[in-house]
């Protein structure tokens, strides 16, 4: 299967040899893995080094001249470093512009604190006008880049990940994908998060949705299919911190709802070691969350 780091500059590749006036600049991240670009397009492309604020500005000129700016690095650097320069040069004006991050939550688990980054999702929500993607695989990673570039529509921040899903699910802007039917209540799964609850899933009897797309018009969707099922009971499986998408579907729901969220806990991740490791210390490992759920559903 394809990696999200593979497949992004490949997308950018085949929009630029079609004329699209796109402006890439990379946060010193991935280099080489656009050296086709560099190549083929060397007025299309920057790397301007560990300048992650001045690169959002920057990206702001060229929204205003354009261009599509698309702005790479890694997601503490992108979003924390340089929240203020988003909320203001793209969010208050309104500009054009796609941000792609790298390393998730903890993707980088053996670099600590500085490379980890679970708030970047709640953020990104907080600034109006943005819509905030979060790919589950590279092919979906591929059609959400291909939608944002053909239909540039405001600020766009996605998502990637190093742990993708086992497969693919049709990307939709406004509906959540519904991906196991049964007779109890309704889990909602984001992006990649799939990736640690497929086995689960299987084990109870749930109306199981995804989303790879977190706007106002998915979640409202969302939130009729949860309204409609006669419990009105949801467990929310986020691979960010937990209350992100939770925090919107009890803001937009009319009904009560009973809601239950899983998630990166919202505290500092003090241990090192790998994905699967981190995974276990937070409790987010298969047989902790099936009990979790069957404890909420019971």
């Given at each position: 299967m394809n990696s999200m780091r593979a497949v992004f500059p490949r997308v950018l590749e085949k929009h630029l040899d079609g004329g699209t006036p796109l402006m890439i600049l990379l946060g010193d991240i991935g280099v080489f893995g656009f050296r086709n670009i560099f190549a083929k397009h060397p007025d299309r492309i920057l790397n301007l080094g560990i300048l992650e604020q001045a690169s959002v500005g920057l990206a702001a000129g060229f929204s205003i001249q354009g261009f599509l700016p698309v702005f790479h690095s890694i997601a503490p650097?992108?979003?924390?470093?340089s929240f203020e320069q988003l909320k203001i040069d793209f969010g208050y004006q309104r500009l054009t512009g796609i941000f792609v991050s790298a390393g998730g939550s903890f993707d980088y688990s053996r670099l600590g604190c500085t490379h980890h980054c679970p708030a970047d999702v709640n953020l990104m929500l907080n600034i109006p006008g943005f819509t905030v993607c979060v790919p589950g695989t590279a092919d979906e990673l591929s059609e959400i880049l291909d939608l944002s570039i053909q239909n540039p529509r405001g600020a766009v921040y996605i998502r990637m990940s190093e742990f993708v899903n086992s497969s693919s699910h049709p990307l939709?802007?406004?509906?959540?994908?519904?991906?196991?039917t049964g007779k109890g209540p309704i889990i909602a799964?984001?992006?990649?998060?799939?990736?640690?609850?497929?086995?689960?899933?299987?084990?109870i009897d749930a109306n199981v949705?995804?989303?790879?797309i977190v706007n106002p018009t998915s979640v409202g969707n969302l939130i009729a299919e949860i309204e409609q099922d006669s419990s009105r009971s949801v467990a929310v499986i986020e691979p960010y911190y937990s209350g992100s998408l939770a925090g919107q579907i009890l803001r937009g729901a009319v009904c009560?709802?009973?809601?239950?969220?899983?998630?990166?806990?919202?505290?500092f991740i003090h241990k090192y070691g790998t994905f699967s490791?981190?995974?276990?210390?937070?409790?987010?490992?298969?047989?902790?969350i099936l009990e979790r759920l069957r404890t909420f559903f019971h």
């Amino acid at each position: 299967m394809n990696s999200m780091r593979a497949v992004f500059p490949r997308v950018l590749e085949k929009h630029l040899d079609g004329g699209t006036p796109l402006m890439i600049l990379l946060g010193d991240i991935g280099v080489f893995g656009f050296r086709n670009i560099f190549a083929k397009h060397p007025d299309r492309i920057l790397n301007l080094g560990i300048l992650e604020q001045a690169s959002v500005g920057l990206a702001a000129g060229f929204s205003i001249q354009g261009f599509l700016p698309v702005f790479h690095s890694i997601a503490p650097f992108l979003v924390e470093r340089s929240f203020e320069q988003l909320k203001i040069d793209f969010g208050y004006q309104r500009l054009t512009g796609i941000f792609v991050s790298a390393g998730g939550s903890f993707d980088y688990s053996r670099l600590g604190c500085t490379h980890h980054c679970p708030a970047d999702v709640n953020l990104m929500l907080n600034i109006p006008g943005f819509t905030v993607c979060v790919p589950g695989t590279a092919d979906e990673l591929s059609e959400i880049l291909d939608l944002s570039i053909q239909n540039p529509r405001g600020a766009v921040y996605i998502r990637m990940s190093e742990f993708v899903n086992s497969s693919s699910h049709p990307l939709s802007v406004r509906e959540p994908v519904k991906i196991r039917t049964g007779k109890g209540p309704i889990i909602a799964v984001v992006g990649p998060a799939l990736s640690w609850v497929e086995n689960v899933i299987e084990a109870i009897d749930a109306n199981v949705f995804y989303l790879n797309i977190v706007n106002p018009t998915s979640v409202g969707n969302l939130i009729a299919e949860i309204e409609q099922d006669s419990s009105r009971s949801v467990a929310v499986i986020e691979p960010y911190y937990s209350g992100s998408l939770a925090g919107q579907i009890l803001r937009g729901a009319v009904c009560p709802i009973r809601l239950y969220e899983i998630g990166v806990p919202r505290e500092f991740i003090h241990k090192y070691g790998t994905f699967s490791e981190l995974r276990l210390v937070l409790g987010l490992d298969d047989a902790t969350i099936l009990e979790r759920l069957r404890t909420f559903f019971h």
